[in-house]
T-cell receptor, first 117, second 114 residues
Framework: NAGVMQNPRHLVRRRGQEARLRCSPV?????VYWYRQLPEEGLKFMVY????????ESGMPKERFSAEFPKEGPSILRIQQVVRGDSAAYFC???????????????FGEGSRLTVL | AQSVAQPEDQVNVAEGNPLTVKCTYS??????LFWYVQYPNRGLQFLLK??????LVKGSYGFEAEFNKSQTSFHLKKPSALVSDSALYFC????????????FGRGTSLIVHP
């Protein structure tokens, strides 16, 4: 499967635990985006990364949330000390480098659905 | 700054009838515009985009959209709806310069009745 791979698809955590969501972009794509989807709120941008760099994290909560996209391996969205309000679907998307990053569409994964008990 | 408005939370249409899902945008410059579809418990799938040129854009599954600069709109249309078109539809906008990050609307749930 050459598409964006996200895991786990479903994750259940108790309040105070940590959640780690992984995303492997389409092969050859160097841009990764994380979005959060909540009912009635649509899709909200969180963070935009390129390999080893955070380009824009203007949508990330200031505390407990972090993201990385290392030189090797998947992008990781990490949520520390989860609270019930973190329950949502988290989507990763990727795009190729160059001009297609601005003119092209995003390729989305199937999402990771986090439930905080 | 950029934003997208999808004024309808839900659109209902009978199978075989034409459908329209509305989208208006606001950007401080020229836009790139996109439509995506999301089926239950799935990720978003790209349908079509407007970059430049012809204002009428044709995309996947028989969908099309018309870019109207004066009305800042990019409505999604299909001449004859199918029950299988029932899904959540998202409009998205990006600036042509200075931003790689698309902003999405809240989504419109399309329900096609048999």
């Amino acid at each position: 499967n050459a598409g964006v791979m996200q895991n786990p698809r479903h994750l259940v955590r108790r309040r105070g635990q940590e959640a780690r969501l992984r995303c492997s972009p389409v092969k050859g794509h160097s841009h990764v985006y994380w979005y959060r989807q909540l009912p009635e709120e649509g899709l909200k941008f969180m963070v935009y990364l390129q390999k080893e760099n955070i380009i824009d994290e203007s949508g990330m909560p200031k505390e407990r949330f972090s993201a990385e996209f290392p030189k090797e391996g998947p992008s990781i969205l990490r949520i520390q000390q989860v609270v019930r309000g973190d329950s949502a679907a988290y989507f990763c998307a990727s795009s190729p480098p160059g001009t297609l990053a601005s003119t092209g569409e995003l390729f989305f994964g199937e999402g990771s659905r986090l439930t905080v008990l | 700054a950029q934003s997208v408005a999808q004024p309808e939370d839900q659109v209902n249409v009978a199978e075989g009838n034409p459908l329209t899902v509305k989208c208006t945008y606001s950007v401080s410059g020229n836009p790139y515009l996109f439509w995506y579809v999301q089926y239950p418990n799935r990720g978003l799938q790209f349908l079509l985009k407007y970059i430049t040129g012809d204002n009428l854009v044709k995309g996947s599954y028989g969908f099309e959209a018309e870019f109207n600069k004066s009305q800042t709109s990019f409505h999604l249309k299909k001449p004859s709806a199918l029950v299988s078109d029932s899904a959540l539809y998202f409009c998205a906008v990006k600036l042509t310069r200075g931003s790689y990050i698309p902003t999405f609307g809240r989504g419109t749930s399309l329900i096609v009745h048999p």
